[in-house]
């Protein structure tokens, strides 16, 4: 393999003596898809590139190169206009297979996604053609277990083709998963994959119902800021009801059972599917999971942040942080509340049900593996950014002169919210609620987070700063990036009030669900730190939003 792995442009590299690389179109966490010329019979193709770890002589690296053959075996036995077609597999010098499949011209649904969700009947539709796709694989013995937006291309003619079948397990063939390793975008994977109990084609039906709600309603009812987060929500947390499903939204619950016994099977989700896609009544479920009715959505904030979601370990390590100076940003308009009312546990308290639950022994034990799994994170997160900005970038700069704080009523809109325990007050627009709290004067950091569905406002608060300065926005960008591999960072030094401080901003998960972090880190004279942090959407009308807040409540912000 050529020294910068076949990454060269349109006159590249030949593959087989015929696939001439033109253009990459695509990357994930096993591969790069190019666009290629083949010039024997002068058609146009999907070359898949290999992306393995380690030495070809590793353990890992050996198990990553048989997926790639076995995705090549699993795809072709798939007999379905729905499903990729597999041309060629061709074996370079390095011993590693290149996929030679059919070039589908259009986006994937994820791109399309990014423009807003699509209508029930639309989601009908490709949901039917993902089906049909699942039910021929499964007819052969295959489990696809990686279904997601990003793996559904939507071509011309208004086809639609389900691709990427590398991690798909071939029922009769020796397991290539080693215990502790996990293959597949988390929250798209079914609970029993979590326990250990291993996919089966309800598994993937799950994974349709999850692909189905994102379609209608734009977002993954199961996506966590964190890892652990999105596990505990997975295996634990009931998915709010869909707003926007319309008729799908019964079928879309069921799908989302816990229980893959309770899941309707594949015959009525085809009815099910093609009557709303022809806008016929909807057949009655014939049993299964519809008699608990879909879940009330009132609680989703408090499912909506890592910070408070669920006691994961006795002492949690340190909140990540990300790592860039945030640009100026639009002051929020008012918020059109009458009055603004101080937000304290004893008048209003958090709404925490869900978080005092005892975590399932099953939650525990998966957890067990994450280091593991992140340790094999370019199998986690399917389609990754191209960019590969592994370290952040640090300047310096002052902060600008923080204006001086509004009263709890003033008519900006921003209430005070006095953080008596970590000798702070934060200021906000006075929408936003509390929705957890933790940590204490032996389990820190004391946290508290404010939110109102897509943006989260963190506040936290270490009583001695677990490390300096630089290296806290380090380990913040470490760990968004062990999602995906594709975090992109930029830190800045600069004072707060006297305090040296860094602000920071991160991307990452840039073609799953991109998200952005923002973030004032200080160190007191006292040697505390503090971390204000907003998460909000990359590239939606909501980080505009989320960019006014954190600059509104960093320039207000107030540490005694």
Do not use: C
């Not at 996990?182 to 598994?203: H, Y």
């Amino acid at each position: 393999m050529s020294e910068d792995g076949g990454r060269t442009g349109p006159n590249g590299r030949v593959i087989g003596g015929r696939y001439r690389l033109v253009e990459r179109i695509g990357s994930g966490g096993m591969g790069t898809v190019w666009r290629a010329l083949d010039e024997l019979v002068d058609r146009e193709v999907a070359v898949k590139q290999p992306r393995l770890p380690g030495d070809p002589e590793d353990a890992a690296h050996q198990r990553a190169a048989n997926r790639l053959y076995r995705e090549a075996r699993a795809a072709a036995r798939v007999d379905h206009p729905a499903a990729v077609s597999i041309h060629d597999v061709v074996v370079e010098e390095d011993g590693l297979p290149w996929i030679v499949m059919e070039l589908v011209r259009g986006e994937s649904l994820h791109e399309a996604l990014k423009r807003g969700p699509v209508e029930a009947p639309e989601a009908a539709r490709i949901g039917i053609a993902v089906l049909g796709a699942l039910r021929a694989a499964h007819a052969v013995g295959i489990v696809h277990r990686d279904v997601k937006p990003a793996n559904v291309l939507l071509g011309p003619h208004r086809r639609v083709v389900l691709t990427d079948f590398g991690i798909a397990h071939i029922q009769g063939e020796e397991s290539l998963t080693v215990s502790g390793e996990f293959v597949g975008s988390l929250e798209f994977i079914a609970p029993e994959r979590m326990s250990g109990r291993g996919a089966g084609p309800a598994s993937d039906l799950w994974s349709l119902g999850v692909l189905l709600y994102a379609a209608v309603e734009g977002w993954s009812p199961f996506r966590r800021t964190t890892l652990e987060s999105t596990l505990a929500a997975i295996l634990a947390a009931d998915a709010p009801e869909p707003k926007q499903a319309g008729p799908l939204g019964s079928l879309i619950v069921r799908l989302l059972a816990k229980d893959p016994e309770q899941r309707p099977d594949a015959d009525e989700v085809g009815a099910v599917l093609e009557a709303v896609a022809e806008g016929w009544p909807v057949p009655e479920p014939s049993g299964g999971a519809a008699a608990s009715g879909p879940q009330d959505a009132s609680g989703l904030r408090e499912f909506a942040e890592d910070s408070g979601t669920v006691r994961l370990k006795a002492e949690p390590p340190p909140e990540p942080l990300s790592d860039a100076a945030p640009e100026a940003e639009p002051t929020p308009e008012p918020a059109t509340a009458t009055s603004a009312t101080t937000s304290t546990a004893a008048s209003n308290p958090p709404r925490r049900s869900w978080f005092l639950r005892p975590v399932p022994l099953l939650v525990l034990g998966v957890l067990l593996v994450v280091g593991t799994w992140l340790a094999t994170a370019s199998f986690l997160g399917g389609d990754s950014g191209e960019a590969k900005e592994m370290n952040p970038t640090y300047s310096s700069a002052p902060l600008a002169p923080a204006t001086t704080p509004a009263p709890a009523s003033a008519p900006g809109g921003w209430t005070e919210h006095p953080e008596r325990d970590m000798d702070a007050v934060l200021f906000l627009p006075t929408e936003y609620k509390e929705a957890a709290r933790e940590g204490g004067a032996t389990d820190q950091p004391r946290l508290v987070v404010y939110d109102i569905g897509l943006v989260q406002v963190r506040l936290s608060q270490w009583d001695k700063s677990p490390r300096p300065l630089l290296e806290q926005a380090q380990e913040a960008h470490d760990t968004w990036d062990s999602y995906n591999h594709d975090a992109s960072t930029q830190s800045t030094r600069t004072t707060f009030k006297g305090y040296d401080a860094v602000l920071s901003d991160t991307t990452y998960d840039k073609d799953v669900s991109p998200t952005r972090v923002m973030q004032l880190i200080v160190v007191t004279g006292d040697d505390r730190m503090y971390e204000l942090r907003v998460d909000m959407p990359k590239g939606t009308p909501t980080e505009k939003k989320g960019t006014a807040v954190f600059k509104g409540a960093r320039d207000r912000l107030e540490i005694e």
